[in-house]
């Protein structure tokens, strides 16, 4: 079993910057694929960013990349997603999840991912 929460979340002007953390206890998660995602009221969850196992490359979807950095601390068994030039329509509640079994190919895939946080609300309005 793993337990995440996330937490970082927040109202935030156009243009500006969070961060979110995921923190994760029961496993060491770093083994593991680990993901963002966000779902905005009446859309589909989407993904936004995710690590894969220990294998160095960051992941990302092509509305987020080149604003959002996600990273993790092995050693904190957290993960964190980095957002500036925030946008209106990022406007979502942010997820991030994990799973042990996880294989590259369904990274970018919600319902292949078994453990997930209670979510963080991200609001992008002036």
């Known amino acids: 079993q793993v337990q995440l929460v996330e937490t970082g979340g927040g109202l935030v002007q156009p243009g500006g910057s969070l961060q979110l953390s995921c923190a994760a206890s029961?496993?060491?998660?770093?083994?593991?694929?680990r993901g963002w995602f966000r779902q905005a009221p009446g859309k589909e969850r989407e993904f936004v960013a995710a690590l894969f196992r220990n294998n160095g490359r960051n992941y990302y979807s092509d509305s987020v990349k080149g604003r959002f950095t996600i990273s993790a601390d092995n050693a904190k068994n957290t993960m964190y997603l980095q957002m500036n030039g925030l946008k209106p329509e990022d406007t979502a509640v942010y997820y991030c999840a994990t799973d042990p079994g996880l294989i590259l190919s369904d990274l970018r895939r919600h319902t292949a991912y078994d453990y997930w946080g209670q979510g963080t609300q991200v609001t992008v309005s002036s």
């Open positions: 029961g496993r060491t998660f770093s083994r593991f694929a």
